[in-house]
């Protein structure tokens, strides 16, 4: 897929995150496979967490884990 000469690609570079490409895009990995996007935007990898690489599954995000709270689920205990 060529690059359009009269609009350049636009990229935004997220702190924490993905990089996100204006689509369609072809990435070529390091490993010379290539991975094909006609997506509208697509979000890149740029931590390596992801189950999708080159593509992006938000695995760059932290993980809170919620507190149980069995009490307020169950009522008080008698």
């Not at 995150?17 to 204006?22: D, K, N, R, T």
Request: hydrophobic share 30%; net charge negative.
């Amino acid at each position: 897929m060529p690059n359009t000469p009269e609009r350049p690609r636009r990229i935004s570079v997220e702190d924490q995150g993905p990089m996100l490409v204006e689509g369609p895009v072809e990435v070529t990995c390091a490993d010379g496979s290539v991975a094909v996007s006609d997506r509208f935007v697509v979000a890149v990898c740029t931590c390596r967490r992801s189950r999708m690489y080159p593509w992006c599954d938000t695995s760059h995000r932290r993980r809170v884990k919620r507190e149980e709270n069995t009490e307020a689920e169950d009522g008080p205990a008698s």
